[in-house]
């Protein structure tokens, strides 16, 4: 077996220079490509850049092929993709873009890589009042989907990751109250954002009240289903000096994998408390990084559902295993009272359903000094990002390595 | 409790035996003939020793529940509308503790299914003309 340190030469090599969205809604009518060009357009300029500057593009495997593909964005910006790249799949993907764009850079393949993310599925479902394209065909079309879980009822992310919650309220006595306090702090922070689709302040009762959708989920457990796009640009660590923007660096990037499939990640997993890949990806990015949990200031967890960011703070070091709920409940993620904030714009429970490429931009900005709903002083911050067989940490920070 | 009204794909290879056990009323797994470990999700090769001598055996049916899920909803999805609200979970058949099979479980007595508790299938016909199993705790 291979050891799993290693890339510790990666550390600060590069600096994402450039952010840009577009068109955050709950059904905005616009299609993807649209979203996805608006949004890499503002990520390009935000680093003072131009389209034709543009060399390298990373994206995730799942989604992105489907929507807007990488060779579809370097046709409609004009830019040549010498370095072409499709990461990990979802979540895991986008936050794993960076190790891939690091390795081109440094290896003079690319200069700028560009990242992205966007969707129209709001508009989407608005339309055709049932999912065709996005996360629920994404799975009816499977052979194995189809035969082994369907036909009894297991289906939707909802019930997948449920199953997750329902082990952990098992072997832990995680409560529903404490899902309710991720439900609801997470909100908290969204109030303050200017973007985030729900911003209205919830309390315990609002979230008992919510409807139970795959017990043990409420609707206000799960994640938006939004439209909207994101992207951002990397550049060497030298590069990013000229950049118009503060440089935020990539100190440490981690990915994770278990030997299961996209089919049978979500059921064959074999401990129900722990995401899939989410054990290994943390220890890689805080190795790379040279950095321990208590360095960290804030943290973008990817929140499909509570459960999920209740999982991510166990498996970063944030607290002991079954201790998330606790950690929540009596230590608090909100940027204004909490010990350590999570999920500061709201997340993909409050904020918008962007496969996390949202939680990305919102640690470039916290690490600027720019969010909405500012960590006073955030000098070093974690991304983490879930599929159903892999899953990827990230670690930003505003110090240059000195080489 | 119903079957969702969805139908499975017997084209693909890999997993159509699973159904045809059903229809015989058994509850079949593929095993690796070598090295007897269950190959589950089905593949074509055994990932334990790379022997290509896996085939499809019949189990006891038994199986234990190792978590739960109650759909109240039908997230829109049509062979969801008219069966909800249901159980689903992932059992593990006593033969192959590492395999994790998705049931339709019946509604229990009173309250929730348990994790742990063991579980039997009765074979039911669909809506769409082939048996199913429906899992029920064993008394």
Known sequence: MGTASGGKQLRGRIAITGIGESGFSDAGGVSADRLVYNACLEAIEDAGLTPSDIDGVVVENSMTPDTVSTSEISESLGFDRRFSAHSLNVGAGIVASPLLAAQAIEQGLADHVISYFGSDWGTEREQKGSFEGGPYSYHTKKPYKRNLEIPF??????????????????????????????????????????????????????????????????????????????AFVMSS????QEAPTSPVYVKGVGTGTERTSTNSGLTQQHDFTRLPGGAKSG?????????????????????????????????????????????????????????????????????????????????????????????????????AGEASCEHSTLILGTEEERQ | MT?????????????????????????????????NEYVW?????????????????????????????????????????????LYTGLAAPVEAPDVRIPVLIDDPADGDPDIGMELLPEFLETEYGMKAPLYRPVE
């Open chain 2, 3 to 35: 079957h969702p009204n969805i139908e499975p794909d017997m084209d693909h290879e890999l997993t159509a035996p699973y159904w045809e056990g059903f229809q015989e009323e058994e509850v079949r797994l593929p095993q690796c003939q070598d090295c």
């Open chain 2, 41 to 85: 999700y089905p593949r074509p090769i055994c990932p334990a020793c790379h022997s290509q001598s896996v085939e499809w055996v019949a189990t006891s049916g038994r199986a234990e529940l190792f978590t739960w899920v109650g759909m109240e909803y039908h997230f829109r999805l049509p062979f969801l509308k008219d069966v909800v609200p």
């Open chain 1, 283 to 383: 220890p890689k990015a805080y190795e790379m990084a040279g950095v321990s949990p208590s360095d960290i200031d804030f943290a973008e967890l990817y929140d499909s559902f509570t459960i999920t960011t209740l999982i991510q703070l166990e498996e970063l070091g944030f607290c002991e295993k079954g201790e998330g709920g606790t950690f929540v409940e009596e230590r608090g993620i909100t940027v204004e009272d909490g010990d350590l904030p999570v999920n500061t714009h709201g997340g993909l429970l409050s904020q918008a359903y962007l496969l996390g490429i949202n939680h990305v931009i919102e640690a470039v900005r916290q690490l600027r000094g720019t969010a909405d709903n500012q960590v006073e002083d955030a000098s070093l911050g974690v991304v």
């Open chain 1, 237 to 240: 660590a030298e590069a990013a």
């Open chain 1, 153 to 230: 009822g297991y289906v939707t992310q909802a019930a997948y990751i449920g199953a997750f919650a329902q082990r952990h309220m098992h072997e832990f006595g995680t409560t529903t109250e404490q899902l309710g306090e991720i439900a609801i702090q997470t909100r908290t922070n969204a109030a303050e954002n200017e973007k985030a689709l729900k911003q209205e302040p919830l309390i315990m009762q609002d979230y008992l009240d919510s409807p139970m959708l795959a017990d043990p989920f409420r609707l206000l457990d799960c994640c938006l289903i939004s439209d909207g796009a994101g």
